[in-house]
């Protein structure tokens, strides 16, 4: 499934967001990476206000792991707070929780993840667009250099089965079985590629890995 052009279509259907913020981070070493300050800011704090500053409305954080400090790291921002007691069942988890802190009336929504504090509004807003001039409701995907990154935009159709997964793949599969209804959304730089899993890869960020 290709983008449509930007004259296509028009519809503004409600898109909302989840950001994961649950995990343990066990390869960053001794600290919730998601803490970790990226130019003076936690980590955290910059996804949530990537997100907070495009189209996206609500926004939920679902938080588990050291959920107070990560809640305290996003103090006084307009989110929508949830928490998973059960952390350590899996990133099928925190999905489950916050789909279920969504709206009724949400069109669909991006799983945002907590780690990835390049990516912008400029991204999300190039897939929420695509979402709604497409008249199809597709899954929208960030690509650069022809490979696949996050968020990922999800319709609302899919919500059901995201919920009913187990395990720490995500919803992963999920593309896979409805690959005739992915839409690539191609953007300008890398962003969507840059997760933060080990120190190494905080370095490559600019941060310093003895701040792990």
Request: hydrophobic share 45%; net charge neutral.
């Amino acid at each position: 499934m290709t983008r449509p052009s930007p004259a296509a279509g028009g519809g503004c259907d409600p898109v909302t967001a989840v950001i994961l913020a649950a995990g343990h981070s066990r390869r960053m070493g001794q600290r919730n990476k998601l803490l970790l300050p990226i130019d003076d800011t936690p980590m955290i704090q910059h996804v949530a206000l990537a997100v907070l500053a495009s189209r996206a409305d609500p926004v939920i954080v679902v938080t588990g792991f050291e959920g107070v400090a990560v809640r305290a790291a996003l103090a006084g921002l307009k989110l929508v707070l949830a928490d998973n007691p059960c952390p350590d069942k899996g990133l099928s988890s925190s999905l489950r929780i916050g789909l279920s802190a969504l709206p009724a009336d949400c069109a669909a929504t991006l799983v945002c993840l907590g780690d990835m504090p390049r990516v912008g509004a400029v991204h999300i807003d190039a897939l929420v667009a695509a979402f709604q001039q497409h008249g199809e409701e597709p899954i929208c995907v960030p690509t650069y250099g022809g490979r696949r990154g996050n968020p990922v935009l999800w319709p609302v159709r899919l919500f059901g089965e995201i919920k009913a997964l187990t395990g720490d793949a995500g919803a992963r599969a999920l593309l896979a079985r409805y690959a005739d209804q992915v839409l690539a959304v191609a953007m300008a730089d890398s962003a969507v590629l840059v997760d933060v899993d080990t120190p190494g890869c905080l370095g490559q960020l600019g941060t310093p890995t003895d701040a792990v």
